[in-house]
């Protein structure tokens, strides 16, 4: 089992940047494929993107493609999300997810509490 605290959100102008992190419990990090959901008001949560467990591949929603890029360091157990060109459609709570599958949209086992990112106009 794997515990996930996400941190880093804020809010921000539109076309700025911001970067999440997520941190993952347990020494077993590397074998988690960890994916970034978020959720906006009145909206379904949506995915925003995968990452395999070494890092190698990656997977995005085609609404962030070329805007936002995941990373993860296997030494500390961490996640990224790193978002750039931010527009007011981003606001959401983001949510980070792992599981042991092959890199995908899903289903995901374990999730963060999420982080609010608010962009204004």
């Known amino acids: 089992q794997v515990q996930l605290v996400e941190s880093g959100g804020g809010l921000v102008q539109a076309g700025g940047s911001l970067r999440l992190s997520c941190a993952a419990s347990?020494?077993?990090?590397?074998?988690?494929?960890m994916a970034w959901f978020r959720q906006a008001p009145g909206k379904e949560r949506e995915f925003v993107g995968a990452?395999?467990?070494?890092?190698?591949?990656?997977l995005y929603a085609d609404s962030v493609k070329r805007r936002f890029t995941i990373s993860r360091d296997n030494a500390k157990n961490t996640v990224y999300l790193q978002m750039n060109s931010l527009k007011p459609e981003d606001t959401a709570v983001y949510y980070c997810a792992a599981n042991r599958q092959p890199l995908g949209r899903g289903p995901y086992d374990y999730w963060g509490q999420g982080t609010q990112v608010t962009v204004s106009a």
């Open positions: 347990g020494r077993t990090f590397s074998t988690y494929a």
């Open positions: 990452i395999s467990q070494s890092g190698g591949n990656t």
